[in-house]
T-cell receptor, first 111, second 113 residues
Framework: GNSVTQMEGPVTLSEEAFLTINCTYT??????LFWYVQYPGEGLQLLLK?????DKGSNKGFEATYRKETTSFHLEKGSVQVSDSAVYFC??????????FGAGTTVTVRA | DAGVIQSPRHEVTEMGQEVTLRCKPI?????LFWYRQTMMRGLELLIY????????DSGMPEDRFSAKMPNASFSTLKIQPSEPRDSAVYFC???????????FGDGTRLSIL
C-alpha cells in the first residue's frame, strides 16, 4: 500500500535557524509528493509539490526534492521565522486524487 | 475567490444525537473530499465525490456515517447516532480535477459528550 513516514516532533528552534523535516514514502506506482502546512485553527494549505523524480518544489523559502532512489521528500528552509510555526504534513498521491498523509510534524519557532 | 466554507466551526453535542456537517466547495471544483483528523489516527480520508457522485467511501468508519452531495455547491456529512469516539476535526476539501492540489476548509471541531 501507500504510506508516508515523517520525523516525529515537536521541533523547537530559534528564529533564523535551519529547518529540516524528513519524509520517506512507500508507494505502489509512481507518486506525486506534497508538503502541506496547517496553522493553528485552520485547514491545510498546500506548501509545495513535486510530480516526478528530481523535481524540486519550492515556496515561501521552503524547498523539497523528489528523490526516487531514497524514496524521500525532505522539507528544508534555510532561515525560519516565528510565522513558520505550524504543523507540516508530507503526503503522496498515486492515483492523483487520493492523498495519503504522514502523521504531521509540529514546528515551533522562538523569537 | 472564496475558499472552501465549512459549517459549523464548532459543534458540541451529546452522544446519540444526530450531527450534520456542511461544506461548500470552491466554485468550479469538481472533486470534493471529507477528512477526519484525530491525534491518534492523524488525517484520514473518509469519502470523496466527483461531479457530485460518491467515488470511494471505503474510509467511512461505520454505517452511522453518511455523506451526500445534492449539487455542485453543497455537501453534508452526517453522523447518526453520534458517539464520543467520533470527536475529531472534520475537514472538507475540493479540487479542480483529480490531479490538482486540494484546497481545505478550516474544519469543524466536533465534540461528542
Amino acid at each position: 500500500g501507500n504510506s508516508v513516514t515523517q520525523m516525529e516532533g515537536p521541533v523547537t528552534l530559534s528564529e533564523e535557524a535551519f529547518l529540516t523535516i524528513n519524509c520517506t514514502y512507500t508507494a505502489t506506482g509512481y507518486p506525486s509528493l506534497f508538503w502541506y502546512v496547517q496553522y493553528p485553527g485552520e485547514g491545510l494549505q498546500l506548501l509545495l509539490k513535486a510530480t516526478k523524480a528530481d523535481d524540486k518544489g519550492s515556496n515561501k523559502g521552503f524547498e523539497a526534492t523528489y528523490r526516487k532512489e531514497t524514496t524521500s521528500f525532505h522539507l528544508e528552509k534555510g532561515s525560519v521565522q516565528v510565522s513558520d510555526s505550524a504543523v507540516y504534513f508530507c503526503a503522496l498521491s498515486v492515483l492523483g486524487y487520493k492523498l495519503s498523509f504522514g502523521a504531521g510534524t509540529t514546528v515551533t519557532v522562538r523569537a | 475567490d472564496a475558499g472552501v466554507i465549512q459549517s459549523p466551526r464548532h459543534e458540541v453535542t451529546e452522544m446519540g444525537q444526530e450531527v450534520t456537517l456542511r461544506c461548500k466547495p470552491i466554485s468550479g471544483h469538481d472533486y470534493l473530499f471529507w477528512y477526519r483528523q484525530t491525534m491518534m489516527r492523524g488525517l484520514e480520508l473518509l469519502i470523496y465525490f466527483n461531479n457530485n457522485v460518491p467515488i470511494d467511501d471505503s474510509g467511512m468508519p461505520e454505517d452511522r456515517f453518511s455523506a451526500k452531495m445534492p449539487n455542485a455547491s453543497f455537501s453534508t456529512l452526517k453522523i447518526q447516532p453520534s458517539e464520543p469516539r467520533d470527536s475529531a476535526v472534520y475537514f472538507c476539501a475540493s479540487s479542480r480535477g483529480g490531479h490538482q492540489p486540494q484546497h481545505f476548509g478550516d474544519g469543524t471541531r466536533l465534540s461528542i459528550l
